[in-house]
């Protein structure tokens, strides 16, 4: 029961400032959804994977505690393998999740109907 | 054939259970041999890890179905520079209820190859090839009975263009009125389960094996953990692990069993792109049937599913450049290159770990054919008329004209790719030559009496198409020898 909260308190912020940043219209509602998509398939992932991501989002959170959102965005563009695969899943669910829910979701976020309200 | 989800036998007051064969999986391998023994008189129980989704009841290629039929949400990696972005069914009938349903029989000089090399005893091209036959019949393989979908006429149209080799590739499915929009997929839930079913095999769904119990060179049950969390054991005379590719290596080395298990894994690695049309071209929720086969077997061309969500993840190494294109996704496909590779990956069981560690390492040969295959996918696209093409790796230049195809050769790179494959095969090849196979020629582990394999992990490599034919008429082959061989011990 303990790596549930845990897992969304790493992930979830570092979701959220990518998808702000990605996505800069995008709904705050859309996004916290979107985010909160993200945190439950990571709790699915295969345990190893799991795992890595963990330490991953870990080091990510601290560093996101420490610094500003844009330095958090600016090393999710990074190249390094495993770090850039961490955010690379990030993206991955999330612009699944929010394309396959509302498909006619403008490439900043927005919508021309602001069918996301 | 009666459709109908068969009645859960285990109750909660059970905590063992005993049957003449335990088959673990109810896929492409585990199906026909559930059925097979069970029409033979065995007393069969078929254990499924997923549960059992009614076909229609879950959109086709949607986040839902990653949920509901797919390990870990369709999220699954296979470790290496690069990673490979694999997928694997877990639901009762496996990947036959979530795969493109496209058929290929294995060809005959692959068959040829894998008896030779690998030397599988009585393996002849002709008697696979007549099983696939029956195959076939069984699970109502047909082409369209009507015309194709657009994103499959563009493939067809840009090979025309190019004068490359093209064909329809046929597929397990009915078609009610003749309508092709009203495709019914005949996975192993409409065929093979219900065969099982109807001759007294019982059918376990939401049931994982944790391992076999060994002794000496016999295992004697199955420890199980139900949908509950309850531990339980069934015990047999004979098993059969029909796990696919990843899970049955990884049960036979929680077992105990490790030569030869796990280190061989084929896939077809893919890459992929996005083509943008003048007109609206997609289907949210189906592949094209044709497939582009001038460079087979190294190298094949098709369609992928191309709904929003699926197109974002075609964009998204792009972002920046390419994003805007999700715009007019309905006017857009996504279409792969596969490659028939020569690198090879592992399986590992990691004590402690509930699921095994994949590893997969490419090959320079490999890397230079993703990037031809990816050029070469990218002039067909022209040639069926795309304005824009979009291929999905890191630092991609949109390619308008011929003209850019070099610099989409220069730029491409396979570390900054999206490799995924979703063939996967080989991790216990069969055949005699001990250096390379786990099995028999007819699936039984080396050193075991009564451990058999009967799915995709068999194959002694890639065959270079769509591998369910093969694995299904491999199967079938295997479970009649060992009907023939083992009746009267039962």
Redesign the interface.
């Known amino acids: 029961m303990q790596r549930a909260p845990s897992l969304h308190f790493l992930v979830h912020p570092t979701a959220l400032s990518i998808l702000r940043s990605?996505l800069p219209k995008v709904s705050a509602d859309v996004a916290e959804q979107a985010a909160n998509f993200t945190v439950r398939?990571i709790r699915?992932?295969?345990?190893?994977?799991r795992i890595g991501v963990t330490m991953i989002a870990a080091a990510v959170r601290l560093i996101g505690g420490i610094s500003p959102e844009q330095f958090v965005v600016r090393i999710s563009h990074t190249?390094l393998?495993l770090i850039s695969?961490y955010f690379?899943?990030i993206?991955?669910?999330s612009?699944?999740?929010?394309?396959?829910?509302w498909?006619?979701?403008?490439?900043d976020g927005s919508t021309s109907d602001g069918s996301h309200l | 054939m009666n459709p109908t989800q068969p009645t859960q036998f285990w109750t909660e007051a059970d905590s063992s259970s005993s049957c003449d064969v335990l088959v673990i999986g109810s896929g492409a391998g585990g199906a026909p041999t559930a059925a097979l023994l069970a029409e033979a008189g065995f007393d069969v129980i078929v254990v499924e890890e997923g549960k059992w989704v009614e076909q229609g009841s879950v959109a086709p290629f949607s986040l839902e179905q990653m949920d509901q039929q797919y390990r870990s949400g369709g999220v699954t990696v296979a470790l290496g520079l690069p990673s490979i972005a694999y997928t694997e069914g877990r639901c009762a009938g496996g990947g036959t209820e979530v795969n493109s349903g496209l058929y290929r029989r294995p060809p005959g000089e692959v068959i040829e190859r894998w008896r030779d090399r690998w030397q599988i005893n009585e393996l002849d091209p002709d008697s696979l090839l007549s099983i696939a036959t029956e195959v076939e019949q069984a699970i109502h393989v047909t082409p369209l009975p009507g015309p194709a979908s657009k994103p499959s006429e563009l493939l067809r149209r840009g090979a025309e263009s190019l004068g490359w080799q093209f064909d329809e590739s046929p597929r397990w499915m009915k078609y009610p009125n003749n309508d092709v929009r009203q495709g019914q997929r005949q996975s192993m839930t409409r065929t093979y389960l219900p065969r099982a079913a109807q001759s007294g095999a019982r059918i376990l769904t939401n049931c994982r094996v944790n391992k076999l119990h060994m002794k000496n060179t016999s295992a004697t049950s199955a420890e199980v953990t139900l949908g509950t969390g309850k531990t339980a054991r069934i015990s047999f005379k004979y098993v059969f692990v029909c796990g696919g590719a990843i899970q049955t290596p990884a049960i036979l080395q929680r077992s105990g069993l490790h030569k030869n298990i796990g280190n061989s894994l084929a896939v077809h690695p893919t890459v992929k792109l996005a083509a943008r049309f003048s007109e609206a071209i997609n289907i949210p929720d189906d592949v094209p049937v044709h497939q582009v086969k001038e460079f087979a077997p190294d190298l094949s061309f098709g369609g992928s599913a191309s709904h929003a969500g699926l197109m974002a993840l075609a964009l998204l190494d792009q972002w920046s450049q390419f994003g805007s294109a999700i715009e007019q996704w309905r006017n857009m496909a996504i279409y792969y290159a596969a490659i028939t590779s020569v690198g090879r990956g592992r399986v590992i069981s990691v004590p402690g770990l509930k699921d095994p560690i994949v590893t997969y390492r490419l090959t320079r040969r490999d890397r230079e054919l993703l990037r031809s295959g990816l050029s070469r996918l990218s002039l067909l696209m022209l040639e069926a008329g795309a304005t824009e093409v979009f291929p999905s790796f890191r630092d991609a230049p949109i390619v308008r004209g011929r003209n850019d195809l070099t610099q989409l050769q220069n730029s491409f790179n396979a570390m900054k790719a999206s490799v995924m494959s979703v063939h996967l095969c080989s991790t216990v090849a069969m055949g005699e030559n001990r250096a390379l196979c786990g099995a028999d020629s007819f699936g039984k582990i080396h050193d075991t009496h009564n451990v058999y394999v009967n799915d995709a992990s068999l194959l002694p490599d890639a065959p270079g198409v769509n591998p369910q034919a093969s694995v299904m008429a491999i199967a079938i082959r295997n479970i009649r020898h060992f009907i023939s061989h083992e009746k009267r011990n039962v």
Do not use: K, N, V
Request: proline letters at 11%; glycine letters at 0%; aromatic letters at 10%.
């Open positions: 990605d398939r699915t992932l295969p345990s190893h994977m190249h393998p695969e690379r899943l993206r991955s669910l612009y699944a999740f929010i394309w396959e829910t498909p006619d979701t403008r490439h």
